[in-house]
């Protein structure tokens, strides 16, 4: 899974970002600091991993992982390939969602690029851009269209639906607010435009106010936007997740309890984006190693067993499936076999959340 970070300016992107790399990339008070996209990979966080893996004795735990792409400098008017803002767009074309980082923070110190904050004013700011650069895309592709579907009878209906598309993105809309039956939205994701791609929007605000936010009204024009949009919000504080870089889980734990929060912002955040994106994890255990596997929610056995392997999708022959809270509760895959606990599901079994998998399969 891929997440692109974008956001304007001084708003706490790479703050945000140097606490997911803990790398430490240039982090300063002006524009285009950081130039070149950074990627950072964090682990999905999985209490379920650690006590399995005690379970079995494993020798290690391999967690979920994601990738953050820091994309940086996206400013108005990014699409007529101001401040190389062509290039950052095209980043934004490969990933799986958005995690727009908004200032609703108040700081003298730290210039707003448009002189004041106003978090809606922003996220309009980088909708129009990515909805410019979509345009441009398809403004070319529906001419080159238009023309081979004279000859081509079956492009007729892709013809049809990117009109549709044309006419929304040039009222300044996202081609996101559409309303597209399942056939319509096939032929548009086959177009990955950037206006299509889900947003978290990353509330950045001060130490005082992440833990209760309700008298931030920056955040709370946030929330209602995004609820319009049908859209999630995580509110931060990048400065403190920055702090808790470097710390080690019993500091970090400690840090956290005297800000009254209960887990990181990062955490927050990995979690709300798995949500949107409509993924959970199944999991395997063993003396080899405890391991979290990402699927779209609804995936088939048959499906979830080629993430581990194409042999193992290839030759499948049963799902030797449990809850994870059955079989921790059983204490060992024995017992939970001879209470009956182990389910043997066929090919077409819907994955659930926190099954735990042996694969069956014919080499
Ligand atoms: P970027 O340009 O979006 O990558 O922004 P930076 O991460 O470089 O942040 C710009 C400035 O804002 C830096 O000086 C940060 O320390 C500061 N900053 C980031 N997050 C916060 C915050 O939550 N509160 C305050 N007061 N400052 C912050």
């Keep these: 899974m891929k997440l692109g970070i974008v956001g304007l300016p001084n708003v706490g992107k790479s703050t945000l970002f ?25 682990d999905v966080p999985d209490e379920r991993l650690t006590l399995l893996a005690k379970l079995s004795n494993s020798k290690k735990i391999v967690p979920a992982s994601i990738e953050f792409y820091d994309i940086a400098g996206l400013v108005k008017g990014a699409s007529k390939g101001e401040g190389l803002g062509n290039k950052f767009l095209s980043h934004i074309r490969e990933v799986d969602a958005i995690v727009e980082v908004v200032r609703c923070f108040e700081d003298e110190n730290i210039v707003h690029v448009d002189g004041s904050i106003d978090p809606i004013r922003d996220i309009e700011t980088i909708d129009l851009e990515l909805i410019f650069s979509d345009l441009e895309m398809l403004e070319k592709r529906v001419s080159a269209l238009e023309k081979k579907a004279k000859a081509e009878k079956e492009l007729r209906e892709e013809l049809e639906v990117m009109k549709k598309v044309l006419s929304v993105l040039e009222e300044g809309k996202s081609a996101r607010s559409l309303d597209l039956s399942d056939e319509e939205k096939t032929i548009l994701k086959s177009y990955n435009l950037l206006s299509t791609k ?7 605000v001060n130490e005082d106010d992440v833990n209760d936010y309700s008298k931030n009204k920056y955040v709370q024009k946030v929330i209602e936007y995004a609820k319009d949009q049908g859209s999630e919000v995580v509110v931060i504080c990048a400065r403190i997740e920055e702090e808790l870089t470097g710390l080690d889980e019993e500091d970090k734990k400690e840090y956290l309890e005297t800000m009254g929060l209960k887990e990181s912002g990062l955490n927050r955040l990995i979690k709300s984006c798995y949500s949107l994106l409509g993924l959970m994890s199944f999991l395997t255990t063993g003396e080899m190693e405890t391991r979290a596997w990402t699927i779209k929610k609804g995936t088939t056995a048959v499906n979830a067993a080629g993430k581990i392997h194409s042999d193992i999708q290839r030759g499948f022959i049963r799902a030797e499936t449990i809850n994870y809270k059955d079989l921790l509760a059983e204490g060992s895959l024995v017992k939970a076999k001879e209470k009956g606990l182990v389910r043997l599901e066929g090919k077409d079994y819907i994955m659930q959340d926190g099954d735990v998998v042996l694969f069956r399969f014919n080499v």
């Design 18 to 42: 140097n606490s997911i790399t803990e790398a430490g990339a240039e982090s300063a008070n002006y524009p285009f600091c950081t130039i070149d996209p950074n990627v950072g990979v964090v």
């Design 198 to 204: 889900p947003i978290i929007y990353c509330a950045n």
